[in-house]
């Protein structure tokens, strides 16, 4: 199973067929991003429209996976809707897992196919199934289907999109395995273009782990790590939705479409709350023994007198801030049912709550009216934004379908760019300051975790620009690896750079393991390429005057320090776009 080359899959869903491909470049781009960034610079095209049906959509594993626990994410990297460029985005689940079993590196599609179809692959085994009666179906429905018709329960993933995807919503996620996704930036789009319904990847093959010595006890004392010391406890214990409470205690939580950043009766959607009140359980990626996912249960009365079904729906803090705070919806189960009904369409949930915070304040505004949002919007109510929200899936007439190709094209047309909260594309939940907006707004992925610039606001007190950015590539080239190995982020703590050398080794890695910084500077200079190629021009990029009107924790923004790190990052991003250092 270790080998020097990448062996790929591509499939043709104009035939139908597919072929392997062996392609080098193992010790020059690792896998995962910069296995994604290197398919997509030999068969990306970079000037032709995302929806043509060349262009490919491609699902990267890393040399780690299967092998060290929370080496557990796919990147997924197309041409996106939202912006027409190039895209990543990561999802977890069992996705990794699978492919690491049917021996495949990565798993290319292009064309389109006929009849709305199902992928289904496995080591030996490739099927494109028509499956029309599921077009339209939602993303639950599908799932369950889709389980009864693909065997090998407990080895296969099963990626699916919803009716966003289907009407190429620039909001549409891929769903992986029901609690993850490939969220942002339009995956789901890019499936619904080509008729692709869902991706079953069947592990149905087996792998040797590595001979030597070094292997089991490296094995076993990352796990210790992972399981016995307290440094993954945040993340099993209340999760991510804990920093709903100290974001909101630091007046750094957006609310209410960024008007403010507190509210003061976030005590109804805090993770304590979520805990308390709404937890069911908790379960976790494939080959993750720490178990950060979250799931809340839904109580519905389907007969009288007191009869229930209950449905589980997964929560973090990200989809609690865009769907709550951002909405002024501050009660856990209505944020649950949200939830839900995003989850159902297939929308990406951030997104969706954020654009639907804008819409909202667009109404008060009056630049919009019924007429466009079918159903009266006001902060807190959240009935209104359940029909919203399917509006939004749906497409369901013009303002909702523009809407669902970014906050920022509907606001071309009715106005509000100002209050837009679009980061390049709607905002994470962390309204910490100047250096957070700049890193979102510029970052590859426009995504809170392309570097950690939220954190960088509240440890830092000075206003060195140059600093700042420096803090935000070398961070950025250290996450680019951890993102080639496929790491969840959450353990960056633990894959620290010493012991993904060891890991290497062990696996029998050692060029990648001599060579890490320099294979991590090459694919983040690839996948600047790859975006600049596609027509980034982080000079252009205009962060919306709400942005430079909200008071964080810090007090007031400062827009000449936010200026200076825009201009600052932009030229770096443009010096690592056009280094002649590349896979
Ligand atoms: S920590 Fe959470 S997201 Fe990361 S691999 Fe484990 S379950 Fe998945």
Redesign the pocket.
């Known amino acids: 199973m270790i080998r020097d080359h990448f062996r790929v899959l591509k499939i043709d869903l104009a035939t139908g067929r597919g072929q392997v491909e062996e392609i080098e470049g193992r010790d020059a781009c690792a896998g995962g991003s910069g296995l994604a960034a290197l398919l997509f610079g030999r068969l990306g095209l970079a000037d032709r429209s995302w929806e043509d049906p060349e262009q490919p959509l491609i699902f990267a594993i890393g040399p780690l996976t299967g092998y060290f626990p929370?080496m557990?994410?796919v990147v997924c990297a197309f041409k996106s809707p939202y912006h027409d460029q190039y895209a990543e985005s990561h999802g977890?689940?069992r996705a990794a897992l699978s492919m690491r079993f049917a021996d495949l590196d990565a798993l290319v599609i292009t064309g389109k196919a006929k009849r709305p179809s199902c992928v289904v692959v496995g080591s030996r085994k490739l099927e494109v199934k028509d499956v029309h009666y599921l077009w339209g179906r939602s993303v639950q429905r599908t799932g369950q289907m889709l389980r009864r018709m693909v065997g090998g329960s407990g080895h296969r993933s099963i990626l699916r999109i919803g009716p966003a995807g289907e009407n190429r919503s620039a909001m549409a996620c891929i769903n992986v395995d029901t609690y993850?996704h490939f969220g942002r930036l339009g995956g789901g789009a890019v499936m619904g273009a080509k008729n692709l319904k869902a991706i079953a990847i069947v592990g149905d093959g087996s792998f040797d782990l590595p001979a030597g010595k070094e292997y089991a006890p490296l094995f076993q004392k990352i796990y210790g790590q992972l399981t016995e010391t307290t440094m993954?406890d945040k993340?099993h214990n209340l999760g991510t939705p804990i920093n709903v409470a100290v974001l909101n205690g630091i007046r750094a939580l957006p609310c209410r479409n960024l008007q403010r950043t507190s509210d003061e009766a976030i005590s109804g959607i805090t993770g304590e709350t979520f805990a308390e009140r709404a937890l069911l359980r908790n379960?976790?990626?494939a080959?993750?023994?720490?178990?950060?996912?979250h799931l809340g249960f839904l109580r519905e009365k389907f007969a009288e007198p007191h009869q229930y079904l209950y449905r589980q729906v997964t929560y973090d803090h990200e989809p609690i801030f865009a769907m709550g705070s951002m909405l002024g919806v501050l009660d856990a189960f209505q944020v649950l049912t949200l939830l839900e009904v995003a989850e159902k369409a297939g929308l990406d949930v951030m997104s969706a709550g954020v654009a639907l915070a804008w819409a909202t304040e667009a109404s008060e505004r009056g630049l919009i009216s019924e007429k466009e949002t079918l159903i009266p919007l006001k902060f807190g109510d959240a009935g209104a934004y359940a029909a919203a929200v399917k509006h939004l899936g749906l497409g369901a007439n013009d303002f909702y379908r523009l809407l669902g190709q970014g906050t920022l094209k509907a606001a071309e047309q009715y106005g509000g760019a100002d209050f837009a909260c679009v980061l390049g594309q709607e905002m994470g939940g962390y309204a910490t300051g100047e250096v957070f907006f700049v890193s979102q707004a510029l970052g590859l992925r426009h995504s809170h975790l392309d570097a950690g610039g939220y954190s960088y606001d509240q440890k830092q007190k000075g206003k060195d620009a140059a600093q700042a950015v420096e803090f935000l590539v070398q961070d950025e080239k250290a996450r680019v690896f951890l993102t080639s190995m496929v790491s969840?982020?959450?353990?960056r703590e633990v894959y620290k750079e010493a012991a993904l050398a060891d890991c290497l080794n062990a696996v029998g890695y050692r060029n990648l393991a001599e060579n890490m910084d320099s294979v991590a500077r090459r694919v983040q200079n690839m996948r600047w390429q790859m975006r600049l190629k596609t027509g980034f021009d982080p000079g252009s990029v205009k962060i919306p005057e709400r942005f430079k009107q909200v008071a964080t924790w810090k007090g007031a923004i400062d827009p000449e320090y936010l200026n200076s790190l825009q201009t600052n990052y932009a030229q770096r991003i443009r010096e690592m776009g056009s280094s002649s250092e590349r896979g």
Do not use: D, N, Q
């Open positions: 929370l557990s994410k977890g689940g993850r993954m993340y379960t976790a990626c080959g993750c023994p720490v178990g950060c996912i969840c982020l959450f353990a």
